[in-house]
């Protein structure tokens, strides 16, 4: 199996140290009404092992696999990002759309890019983490979910120099690393999880909660990289995939949260809804449009 030096673009580090540092109860709530609340609980140090090198290499585009020892393999769907991540299923079909194509689409990448003075290009990430850190002192607004929305796509599902809105990543970042690519831009951080909870060692039974991403946080993912290269990789037994409910609603991250108004949650739209008449600046319908479309769309990963 192919061996050479895995390097990411952009890493959860600041993702973690910076954007979820002290972040508001209120912007958590925000995040969890969109569906993206699975992300607050990521917990995962930069990885450039032999191991995710491995990993990667593992992967066959053509079968959407990871391909182990024994003729065993982990096949990965829509599901296990659902699993994984925790963003709910369902919902209407994003259209990629071209600039001269789309009128809305044009007006809010324009009214984005007017948040960093900008008429063409994007900010850079670095520029953005700064912006969200003003943005949490201040009440939730469409600005500061349209910014974790973008950092969360660059750093768990396709990264790139420059954000943007790109969540098409898994098969075509994995197929440009093993042509050569420096970097992979792929969502190293789902397939590492998804390979964690489906290959089983040495009869060690891990914890398996909705959404993984909960579980898999840095001591548990440090101590079974240590059995990984001390068993070598790819060995073990691959259990099913865990069987859950699909939260098309999220109910699993927001049920009891006491700035959602308790347990009575409904689905994601209501959920939008709700966000669009909440005080002080709630967010705008585009907000409220891109936010409930992009994050059933999970397929769109592949």
Known sequence: MECRALSQRITPKNFMNTLLKDLPKSHKAAIRKIGFGGFLDLDLDAHKSVFCSKLVSSFDCDRVSLVLERNQEIVITPVDIHLVYGLPMGGEIIKEQQ?????????????????????????????????????????????????????????????????????????????????????????????????????????????????????????????????????????GHVLDRMEVDRYDNNVSQVAGDPELGGSDVSGSNEMLQQMARAPPKPPSPVTIEMTGTLSPNIDLMF
Not at 112 to 119: A, D, E, I
Not at 126 to 141: A, S, T
Not at 186 to 206: E, T
């Open 99 to 235: 600039q001269e194509e789309d009128e809305e689409w044009v007006d809010f990448i324009r009214q984005w890019r007017s948040y960093f003075g900008l008429s063409c290009g994007s900010p850079s990430n670095y520029v953005i983490i700064n912006r969200i850190e003003e943005l949490k002192k201040q009440p939730v607004c469409d600005e500061f979910i349209w910014h974790f929305v973008v950092y969360v796509v660059n750093c768990c599902m396709r990264s790139t120099a420059n954000p943007s809105l790109n969540y098409r990543s898994l098969k075509s970042s994995v197929s440009e690393w093993q042509g050569g690519s420096a970097f992979f831009t792929g969502p190293l951080p789902f397939l590492m999880i998804c390979y964690f909870d489906r290959l089983q060692r040495s009869k060690i039974s891990n914890p398996r909660q909705f959404p993984l991403l909960s579980v898999w946080k840095k001591d548990l993912i440090k101590e079974r990289m240590k059995l990984e290269m001390k068993r070598g990789f790819g060995k």
